[in-house]
């Protein structure tokens, strides 16, 4: 695979001033300073990262390039790959909106190559202090194959190559998910008068930021996770780590620590499902139920919120709210309705990833 630009040299030898995005102010204790902490924030999940090996082992066949509109019958068939792919992906856009950015020439398009074909793409455009995402989208086959993530890593060492050292994007309800876990957050760094005019407002979305550390490879990170559990688990002599799932502690000195196991131990599995179910095609219609045609007050926006807030204590109750969805419509509607003939398909394919997915 041909590296399009070199990847940062770590510095081991200073501190970073890098602060995590997700450590917040605790604002219910009336101690002043003191941090909310969650147990899934200092657990490390000791599971071997199959992204790694899974980008490892596609690399000769994978080719990633940065264009944009330069008239050149080339790259002009690959940004019409890319606008395709953000147009069948970011179905709430417009087309013609998607169309006019992605071939103006103030932004530019990440693309990955597989086998010949576009198959994702970050569309952005870079600003003095701060780059911003337009879309970004990967094709349905290559949801689960670490595409997605490993194409943003190419981003960030990209950006840091030019000196950039800050995202700003939008993302609805389905896009925060992938955003948080690539570092994406509601706080910026940056003052107010830095970015405000220079950003389109959208609708029904959330504004995101994400700080770029300059001393962190992104695209090794993966690799890295790995090599150090094959180390710590050769020098413990263990064939597999334990993963511990609470703690006996309630407070650590300037932090308040939340115990929910259920933060270590399954929400990574009700993301994953969450994730495969939202990519069945017929899902869709479930996202925002229509509650006076249904009668029914469920719906996968409602399931969604509910894992961001972490407010499910088991996988099984999970489970539970997610069945409802469908089978609240067939309950209350008649046979012959829409909702109702997709609702009998979409509960079979939910059980089926619930069951796959189920720790």
């Given at each position: 695979m041909k590296k399009l630009f070199s990847p940062p040299k770590p510095s081991m030898g200073k501190s970073s001033s890098f602060k995590n995005p997700w450590i917040e102010e605790d604002t219910n204790s009336k101690i002043i300073g003191y941090k909310k902490l969650n147990v899934?924030?200092?657990?490390?999940?000791?599971?071997?990262?199959?992204?790694?090996?899974?980008?490892?082992?596609?690399?000769d066949e994978l080719q990633f390039r940065i264009i944009r509109n330069d008239n050149c019958s080339q790259s002009l068939m690959w940004l019409l790959e890319a606008r395709n792919i953000f147009m069948c992906q970011l179905s709430n856009m417009s087309q013609d909106y998607i169309s006019e950015l992605v071939f103006n020439r103030?932004?530019?398009?990440?693309?990955?190559?597989?086998?010949?074909?576009?198959?994702?793409?970050?569309?952005?455009?870079?600003?003095?202090?701060?780059?911003?995402?337009?879309?970004?989208?990967?094709g349905n086959k290559f949801h689960i194959n670490g595409f997605g993530s490993y194409m943003m890593a190419l981003f960030k060492t990209y950006l840091q190559t030019v000196g950039i050292l800050n995202i700003f994007t939008y993302g609805d309800d389905t896009a925060l998910v992938f955003f948080h876990r690539h570092g994406f957050s509601k706080h910026t760094g940056l003052q107010s008068s830095e970015w405000k005019?220079?950003?389109?407002?959208?609708?029904?979305?959330?504004?995101?930021?994400?700080k770029i550390n300059p001393q962190i490879d992104y695209t090794m990170i993966h690799a890295a996770l790995d090599a150090m559990l094959n180390t710590i688990e050769k020098e413990l002599g263990m064939s597999k780590i334990n993963r511990v799932t609470e703690f006996p502690f309630t407070r650590i000195e300037g932090f308040m620590v939340d115990q929910r196991p259920n933060r270590v131990v399954?929400?990574?599995?009700?993301?994953?499902?969450?994730?495969?179910?939202l990519n069945y095609s017929k899902a869709d219609l479930f996202w925002k139920v229509p509650q006076q045609e249904l009668g029914s007050e469920y719906s996968l926006s409602k399931v969604y919120k509910n894992l961001i807030k972490n407010t499910y204590?088991?996988?099984?109750?999970?489970s539970n709210d997610v069945i409802k969805v469908f089978q609240s419509v067939i309950d209350?509607?008649?046979?012959?309705?829409?909702f109702t003939k997709a609702a009998k398909k979409v509960i079979e394919k939910a059980q089926e990833i619930l069951q796959k997915y189920k720790p």
């Open positions: 899934s924030d200092i657990i490390t999940n000791f599971e071997t990262d199959s992204k790694a090996s899974k980008m490892e082992e596609l690399k103030y932004h530019k398009t990440l693309i990955i190559i597989y086998q010949g074909v576009v198959v994702g793409g970050i569309c952005f455009r870079e600003f003095e202090k701060f780059a911003e995402i337009a879309f970004c989208a990967v005019g220079y950003l389109k407002d959208y609708v029904n979305a959330t504004l995101l930021t994400c399954e929400d990574k599995n009700m993301s994953a499902a969450f994730a495969a179910l204590h088991s996988y099984e109750e999970f209350n509607s008649p046979d012959t309705n829409t």
